[in-house]
């Protein structure tokens, strides 16, 4: 995870730049941003991750949220595309205006790895995000949905389900359950 306060700072101005890009119509990808700099000896190393989510907002409510569990992309593009995305592709939103570009506040949440829940009163409501799945349907929630929401653990795991289109006790009927932790940062 993107550790580092100045690695933070280029992922937020990749996505600002594809945002801007997306709603004035212009290409998607900006021109290649600077490489990182050095790391600060100080700042933890980057752990690995398995995907990311650009979340928009407005006024502080929720305007746009989309991103990818998929970690093959180099994390530029992948914040990038979900920016994109959250701005121009969440269905429960129209596309995001040029008039509301200086209202929107970015937020990016890059995903720590998942692992399968065993215990459910090891879920840590704020520091945990949940995956939920059963067959073809998938449902995602990231650690700060649940504190924002001011969700209880039980509560949480039943939106998750809910999220992925199931049944609120799919968890248990069979549906898979795993937690994550993400590196959770945004624009002032």
Do not use: N, Y
Request: with cysteine.
């Amino acid at each position: 995870m993107p550790g580092d306060r100045r690695h933070r700072q280029r992922l937020l101005s990749i996505a600002r730049a594809a945002v801007v890009a997306r709603v004035r119509g212009l290409p998607d990808r900006p021109p290649d941003p600077p490489p990182d700099p050095p790391p600060d000896p100080s700042d933890p190393p980057p752990a690995p991750h398995s995907g990311v989510f650009v979340s928009l907002h407005r006024h502080g409510e929720l305007r746009g949220c989309i991103g990818t569990l998929d970690a093959s992309l180099p994390l530029d593009d992948a914040v990038a595309d979900a920016a994109v995305a959250a701005c121009s592709a969440d269905p429960r939103f129209p596309p995001l205006t040029e008039a509301e570009l200086g209202d929107v506040v970015i937020e990016i949440s890059v995903l720590g790895p998942s692992e399968p829940v065993r215990d459910f009163e090891e879920i840590d409501v704020g520091r945990h995000g949940l995956i939920v799945e059963q067959g073809p349907k998938r449902g995602l929630l990231l650690p700060q949905v649940a504190s924002q929401s001011g969700w209880t653990r039980h509560q949480f795991v039943a939106q998750a389900c809910r999220k992925a289109g199931l049944r609120e006790d799919a968890w248990r009927h069979g549906a898979l359950v795993c937690c994550f932790e993400a590196d959770v940062f945004g624009e002032p």
